[in-house]
């Protein structure tokens, strides 16, 4: 038996309301695996600070931005 098969043969003996739940969680694993996307076009066309977006502000202890205040730079890349 295929695994098609025995998906349908369980959804068969399941209530409608149990059957629709089924339906969303297979319609959300094809959305899901639409956005996954390779890395390299994922990041393909993007800037560093695009890529860095979804991370930027995270830490709540640290400074705003590195960038701007030199003591935070002292010393980088020695």
């Known amino acids: 038996m295929s695994i098609e098969q025995a998906v349908v ?3 068969r003996v399941l209530s ?3 059957q629709q739940e089924v339906l969303d969680f ?3 694993l094809e959305d899901k ?3 996954q996307k390779p890395n390299s076009q994922r ?3 993007m800037t560093a600070l695009e890529a860095a977006q979804s991370v930027m502000g995270i830490v ?3 400074p705003p931005d ?3 205040n ?3 730079m002292d010393g980088f890349g020695q």
Do not use: N, R, V
Request: aromatic share 12%; no cysteine.
């Open 33 to 35: 695996t639409k956005q």
């Open 66 to 68: 590195l960038s701007t």
């Open 43 to 45: 990041w393909a066309g």
């Open 70 to 72: 030199p003591k935070y």
């Open 9 to 11: 043969e369980k959804l």
């Open 16 to 18: 409608p309301d149990k």
């Open 26 to 28: 297979i319609e959300f």
């Open 60 to 62: 709540g202890d640290g």
